[in-house]
């Protein structure tokens, strides 16, 4: 088998101050659809290109922030597997039932060593929103706002980060497409797949803490669309239209109505298995994060929910 | 373990009938860049994007044509599992010294019933000119010509698909993500990665023939900037700048001097094992291949080597 | 006065055989805004990018085709100018009360040797759904289908092609762009301002032939875009997209429901009057029209209404 | 006449502090075409998109900045014509002969209230390296480094910006396509074309202060492969890749050895006469220069040569 064990990030589930505005923000000027309300007051979205029925889920709540990454694993048998691997490893695993998430199966959650909490899960309903199965066009229905494909990938900052790497690459799989040198400490970029990264940690003495949710656009000129929708709109940009050293992904990094920070990303290299992981020094850093203005802006380390 | 077994096309030697044409062709107009000639007269090329010392292998010959495709697979254990599966499928296989080719580990090759030759490998020296490892740039040397960043995919013509997709699926781990039927027969887009494919098959009496090989492109910009090159060159295109249904990918098919079919592409979704295999029906077959023109052109179905 | 005389092709008025459909084609397809319906029963619309109120009327018909191409002038006194040297010229000429397309101050007509009717006009009322003033953003609203920005040239067919350039240049002080040798006759494509065309001429023996009414887009990705909105409303394509060599510029021709010829084009080179005439020999003329396919389809030089 | 008067910005000398890697900046990294060096040791350089035989000048001096932009108009006639009008004016002209610089007619120069030098003239040779003119290719060889098409506009500081508007209105026919109120002093942009703009003016009390010489690039696509050239050879970047409020250009600004800003620049409206004078207010020029940032940089205000 080709492709095996985690597959990608299936969902993201983020909080936010106010509901309202925050549907706002993210169906009508990110361009996600809105898929339903959980009795719960949760409100559950998903990417124009994805097969799945949900995979942002907002919750409103006191403080912004993320409550937890999910990511899709091959089959049952897999979310076994990787669940004994887990609990080999150490790692105290809790079950989540299926359905609490509306039309997704069970879930096996646990907190790694940056304080996040993580979910595997195999099940979820397909969308009737999704891509077209039989003589696809190109979109079922034209893709709307910043036109955002699906959720791609999350940054995020904490302690530990050399034991999140090994739990992430010895217990399921993903490998360090990037590596950047901060002075002793590392911040990784990790992939279980083709894409240059899937997930990534940022040294941070504040454990749990969230940088960033990004966005998949299909191109450099979506990219700049979507900078042309925030400026319409008054949507504060962090940074960008810049490119990434990193990934080489061209992006837009922006703030949600409560402070969540968002990305609009595009590009990116191809990875594979059996490339070297890039490395990047601590002097050069700034050209890896922003590859045109080469420095970081105090907000990318400091800003963070 | 997320990216396992065989991880991409690795190499494709392809038979040309003038060598100096061909070089121009591939490495000034393609942009390829030209690694060694061998003491047999066969030349290595490679993408700017690719970290392996070649992908392209060019073989003079009083035929066009294609030798050969190889497939890169994760590791020498993985070699031998897929070896040893291939034997329990009744596949007949045999092996290749290490060296045969400049660089490249041991071989293991069978040809599968379409008549094509395929072949596995694990090892091949990595590329001077490939990707930068430490604080790399967008690219080591700025791309030339068409700037083709990678081989991407090849698409075969011969007898027998149904057979070649179970041996694909059941014993190499692709997975079919686009199927059309011909009317009784279907052609089929493989894949072992998240490329929308990574080797295609379209019925045809005759076996061993070949269609097309892919080379990747940035973005649709890059396309349309290949085709301006075409015609400065007076490179004779088939056809595009178009898009296909299937797989989404934006596309040139032209000649290389000898008759043989290239295609430049760029974009395709992303694909995951856990989606539907798209289907093509006989009516839309057309949209399915060129998306804006809605039907083939003859030199499509009939032109091959 | 740097920019003065004839400033740009102003409106066009399209016959069309069923007004609802053509409505749905205009507007949602192409994405022109609807401004207002005549007492006659006249559609006016407009581009997004238009400061003025309408530039493209729809006037339902038994017959396909074209009944005039308005050109904007700069002033009044230039309207003036322009009338006596059309007398002079001995062209006839009539006027059109201000008023009867509404918000459109007096207008000057006449026919010109290859049969079309052409006016010059030189006041319309401001649309309010226009580019803003202060303060602005890049659109007012944002563009909807294939977001056409505004209406940009005609092609028209007839007879006495060579006359009909005098007549422009020498009365209206167009230039040649680009000129193509037929085999005797010749086409032309003549400009006003710095566009690379503001109306085209191809000679035809049948008289007030309408080829194409283009309209404009950012850039060559739109065209794409723009491709992909008549594949998924099943529009049908005529060529493209590709390249001219004429212009530079990236271009689909497709059909309104009744069978006018639309253009789509983005790009095309800055013209200067100190520019030589670009020419066109016959051998090469399928270059000029499609750089790409580098020959014309039978349907390019026979179909047009 | 339509297009008449002042064409366009015919070219620029910039003083440099070191021949050598300037040569190497606008020629290897833009990627303007060398075309000679004059007996005073000045360098003319074009773009690949320009039928004249320079646009850029370099003159090796002990200080940065523009010596003069020079504007080509339609011919002798109007040379003349603007000349009285000048004089008229109370502008005091001298007149250089032609061939001081190689190639170039007899100039007419003056200084403006903003204490810069402009020169008119109405003859230049055409270059051999200019556009093809009979069946002519996208370019005549393939563009290189930025690829840049064109000198295209200049940004000029300094006092008396009023009566500079009011020179290049009343007497050269420019327009003020738009207007930033600074606070009492307005900064303009000025077109005498379908440029959104071909020069403009903020002031500022340094007479005779040069901001930047822009650069023309296809499209926004080549902007950001501009910004991987600038990235790669370590050009060092002022601002960008952004997009500005005013013109809606796609930009990035950046320095040439000795400090001299530059910049690459794509896109922007079409501009008629008859438009109105877009409008910015003192508040909202932060999103008008930078339209994603939304405020200016110290750097655009302070840094200038």
């Known amino acids: 088998m080709a492709l095996t064990g985690v597959l990608r990030p299936g969902y993201i589930q983020i909080r936010v101050l106010d509901m309202s505005e925050a549907i706002v923000h993210y169906r009508d000027r990110l361009g996600l659809t809105e898929v339903s309300t959980g009795s719960d007051g949760r409100v559950y979205l998903k990417g124009w290109d994805e097969f799945d029925r949900h995979s942002v889920i907002l919750r409103e709540a006191d403080e912004a922030g993320m409550d937890v990454m999910g990511f899709k694993v091959l089959d049952d048998a897999t979310l076994n597997e990787l669940t004994a691997k887990l609990e080999a490893y150490n790692v105290v695993v809790d079950h989540v039932e299926a359905g609490e998430q509306p039309g997704v199966g069970r879930r096996v959650g646990f907190t790694i060593p940056s304080g996040h909490r993580m979910e595997l899960f195999a099940q979820m309903e397909k969308s009737d929103d999704g ?24 940054l995020l900052y904490g302690p530990a980060i ?20 901060l002075g002793g400490a590392h911040a990784v970029w990790l992939t279980c797949s083709n894409k240059a990264h899937d997930i990534a940690f940022v040294p941070n003495p504040d454990p749990g803490s969230f940088h960033h949710a990004a966005f998949y656009l299909e191109n450099v000129n979506d990219v700049v669309h979507a900078g042309d929708v925030m400026a319409y709109h008054d949507i504060p940009i962090d940074v960008g239209p810049t490119r990434h050293g990193i990934t080489r992904g061209h992006t837009i990094y922006f703030f949600d109505p409560c402070g969540n920070r968002n990305e609009v990303f595009a590009g990116g290299y191809t990875y594979y298995p059996d490339n070297p992981t890039r490395e990047w020094t601590t002097e050069q850093l700034g050209k890896g994060i922003f590859y045109y203005e080469r420095e970081l802006n105090d907000a990318f380390l400091s800003v963070y929910t």
């Open 131 to 154: 891509p077209q199965v039989v003589n696809p066009n190109v979109w079922q229905s034209e893709p709307r706002g910043m036109a955002v494909t699906r959720f791609d990938h999350a």
């Open 162 to 181: 050399d034991e999140v790497t090994d739990l992430f690459c010895d217990v399921l799989g993903f490998r360090v497409a990037e590596r950047a040198d």
